[in-house]
């Protein structure tokens, strides 16, 4: 097949942009509820709840792909090393900051309760072991993770750069996804996005091998109808709302984990229905995903973490005590709410000299 007919053109790459802001509202969302730490028994709250966390959960496999998808042509352009180089300037230093700036805004709350007089590992001498525990939850245990497996991931590929195309090394890197889909049932390692670790390199390697054979894939799109990407999407959706129903009846961890199979399928098929419907102009216009996504990233975390929390706080809600239609909305709230503030941060520094502490 000649190469040069399968390649797109970067005006292909708008539908790109729209999956990415897409993609970021959903990791928002899926962060910002509270709702999955409730155990419903009637079937119908079940459904709503498994709904609600499951709608948005195409969006980590999304952002793999589509990162897969760009990484493409970068790989030609560079050479490993300064492919990396660029990356990690780009991608690193960024995440060190926010990363950071979330330790500190923790210290500071240390050093206000400290002069209100309560006792803190500031005062009982536990302070250096704090923070160095401190920095492994922060960073294997929040969504600062993503970006380090990510990079984790590009290695690998940058790794076995000369077999990138061969669908044998594919295959092997989706049987590594899959053990970590088995493995929520048999829990033979710990159930977790940490050991997840190669888990998702997979989807990083397909959304290249998609950059690739873009023609074929282009052309499949537009001659299939869209009511049959809805259907397959509606139909994994459904099924994917079944297994989480049947892992939290089992009191089992991994229920809203990414990689369960049924989530896999419902973010491939939701994944090409993005592709169906292109790129909205309204999306990339207003939103300027290509400048915001990385800054939303990693910002929402510390405005869910030491924002949104106090914003909340004074209303004293029962979540304990909450109806599923409750936490639907408390949980639709909080996201509203995060999802703005963090939009407008990011919007902030994009209009001063500090922009390259969001990547752009």
Known sequence: MNNSKEQPGKQNFDFVDTIRCIAMIGIVFEHSTTLGWFKYTLFSEQLLQASVMEFFKFATISFFLISGFLINHKFAEYTPYQYLKNRFKSTIGPWALWLNIFILINIAGLLVKEFKGAETPLSNGNFGAYLSDLYFTVITATSFWFILNFLICIAILLLFKKYLFHVFFGCILALSSVFYSVNIYYGWVAVGHTTAL????????????????????????????????????????????????????????????????????????????????????????????????????????????????????????????????????????????????????????LRTSFKWTIGS
Request: net charge positive; charged share 15%; proline share 3%.
């Open 198 to 349: 190669f888990g998702f390199v997979f989807y990083l390697w397909l959304g290249a091998f998609m950059n690739k054979h873009y023609a074929v894939i282009d052309q499949f799109i537009k001659r299939t109808k869209m009511i049959w990407f809805v259907i397959a999407a509606t139909l994994a959706f459904m099924i994917a709302n079944l297994e989480i129903i049947h892992l939290k009846n089992m009191d089992m961890e991994g229920a809203y984990n990414t990689l369960t199979i049924s989530n896999i399928i419902y973010s491939l098929c939701f994944f090409a229905l993005l592709l169906k419907i292109g790129p909205i102009d309204f999306i990339n216009k207003k939103f300027e995903p290509r400048k915001t996504t990385y800054g939303i990233y990693l910002i929402h975390h510390i405005v869910l973490t030491y924002l949104i929390s106090e914003l909340f706080r004074p209303l004293h809600i029962p979540l304990d005590s909450l109806t599923v239609y409750e936490a639907v909305a408390y949980s639709i709230l909080r996201f509203m709410i995060a999802y703005l503030i963090t939009m407008l941060i990011v919007k902030g520094i």
